[in-house]
């Protein structure tokens, strides 16, 4: 196989020299083809031999062929390849398989290029503008984009969703991502550009008005991103991780993620809020996780564990298909990796049927707490739930015997993710970065679908009246709820 039998100098010289090789190529400089097809086949080897689901969602016999097409007998841009490893890796399914350009490649691009200068949302298959960083002040939030540059908003959708890398095929979630990355994959796919010609409808107008045209200048990334930080403040003022308050008869929860904060830390508080919860006899508790992405293992178990549920075993496997790789030449730091590899073979994993399968970890967190609460749970979830998040919303799903699920399908799987440890690969000759997730873990779970993320319980979208009036509906779907069974507790 092609890269298998490099010398040990020439590994040595490729560990050397890895970080110039990846910084020669220039997105637009075209490559010559037999370079650009020894990438693709690297890209597929790699993929094959350390992926644990390369192929849970298309059969590996596809995926050869694809391949295989995907060879070029013309010179090609590493931009080029960038959008053809784009389309393969969207086919394997997997939402911790990134591929990305090197730093140096990134920054030169954000520092001398310019971007669509609207941030979109996507609701009942049209889309809308979130915020307005262009010089027409008069196209207000809600606002419908028809088009760019004369091709119609759906067309450019089907074209960027194979960017966004998700476990499975959770449509909806997809949109949800490409709402905060349709500047970036935009120009990838259909070039930088300095003005952008759009069709748009007023917020609120009739959807059979035929639409306006406007001609928008692209803007700077630093620009945006500083207009960015004035909506959201994020950056050195960013939110907490983790917010609870009590309002009258009900608690709010706000989990954003699973992670920048102590285990130590974030267990105390757990305690503090569901003592809190029962000492105060509080019979609703609203758990907000739409904006988290996941984090530590473990963290979601802490917080499952606070839940009335009948779970009784997590994991139905956790595992890798390799402890080691024959690529460690082509990885980013692989004396490094050659290191944890082999701790990774004598300590964590034990050989399985095939596989390496993990020796038990987290039992402990998810062991009942002294102050499990048996009150009603609603939990928000949306497509930025990821990870762990997908995780802690699916044993809610199916294990939590008072949860209720709001909001929009997960990022993440509803049965496995493929995560825990990776490798980094730096394709030689383009310079490409691909990510690879190395173990498996697949939740001990029947009643879900395996090719798609956590499904809600009640389906609530933000609409395009949401957007302009600046509503959160699954908030109101949740008070709703709590105030229905409230009414019915009474008449009992």
């Not at 190529?25 to 097809?37: A, K, M, S, T």
């Not at 890209?43 to 062929?65: I, K, M, N, Q, T």
Request: charged letters at 25%.
């Amino acid at each position: 196989m092609l890269l298998r039998h490099a010398t040990y100098l020439q590994a040595v010289w490729l560990c050397l020299t890895i970080q110039s090789l990846a910084q020669l190529p220039q997105v637009g400089v075209l490559i010559d083809p037999e370079l650009i097809n020894q990438d693709i086949q690297l890209l597929r080897e790699v993929l094959h031999e350390s992926h644990p689901g390369y192929s849970a969602f298309c059969p590996e016999s596809r995926l050869d062929s694809m391949f295989a097409e995907a060879r070029v007998e013309e010179a090609c841009s590493p931009r080029d390849l960038y959008i053809t490893a784009a389309r393969l890796i969207d086919e394997i399914g997997d939402g911790h398989t990134n591929l990305y350009f090197t730093e140096d490649v990134s920054d030169q691009l954000l520092n001398h290029k310019r971007f669509f200068p609207f941030t979109l949302l996507f609701a009942q298959g049209r889309a809308y503008v979130n915020h307005n960083f262009s010089e027409h002040e008069y196209l207000p939030r809600g606002s419908e984009i028809v088009s760019i540059n004369g091709v119609p908003m759906e067309e450019i959708v089907d074209e960027l969703t194979v960017f966004i890398t998700c476990d499975g095929r959770p449509r909806e979630a997809e949109l949800r991502q490409l709402e905060g990355q349709f500047w970036w994959f935009y120009a990838l796919r259909f070039g930088f550009r300095n003005t952008f010609s759009i069709a748009y409808r007023e917020a609120m107008s009739d959807p059979a008005i035929p639409p306006k045209l406007l001609l928008a200048s692209a803007i700077g990334y630093n620009d945006r991103f500083d207009l960015l930080q004035e909506v959201y403040g994020f950056g050195d003022e960013a939110a907490e991780p983790f917010e609870f308050t009590i309002d009258n008869d009900y608690g709010v929860l706000t989990i954003r993620q699973f992670h920048g904060i102590s285990r130590m830390r974030y267990e105390a508080f757990l305690n503090r809020c569901f003592a809190e919860l029962n000492t105060r006899r509080i019979s609703s508790l609203i758990i907000d996780i739409r904006e988290n992405g996941g984090g530590r293992e473990g963290f979601e178990n802490l917080l499952f564990s606070h839940l009335e549920n009948d779970l009784s075993n997590k994991y139905r496997t956790v595992e890798m298909i390799n402890v080691k790789s024959q690529y460690y030449a082509y990885m980013d730091h692989p004396i490094r990796n050659r290191f944890k590899d082999m701790l990774y073979r004598t300590f964590e994993f034990k050989t399985g049927e095939g596989t390496y399968c993990r020796k038990e970890r987290f039992g402990r967190t998810l062991e009942p707490t002294n102050d499990v609460y048996r009150g009603d749970v609603y939990i928000l979830i949306s497509g930025e739930v990821f990870s762990s998040g997908a995780d802690f919303a699916s044993l809610a799903k199916s294990y939590g015997t008072r949860c209720t699920l709001i909001g929009g399908e997960t990022l993440g799987g509803a049965v496995a993710n493929n995560s825990g440890y990776f490798y980094r690969f730096i394709l030689p000759n383009t310079g490409l970065v691909v990510e690879v997730p190395r173990v498996r873990f697949e939740l001990d779970i029947d009643d879900q679908p395996v090719d798609h993320g956590v499904i809600p319980d009640v389906e609530i979208e933000v609409s395009q009246e949401d957007l302009v009036r600046g509503t959160d509906p699954l908030i109101g779907a949740a008070h709703q709820l709590i105030h229905a069974r409230a009414a019915v507790a009474r008449k009992e």
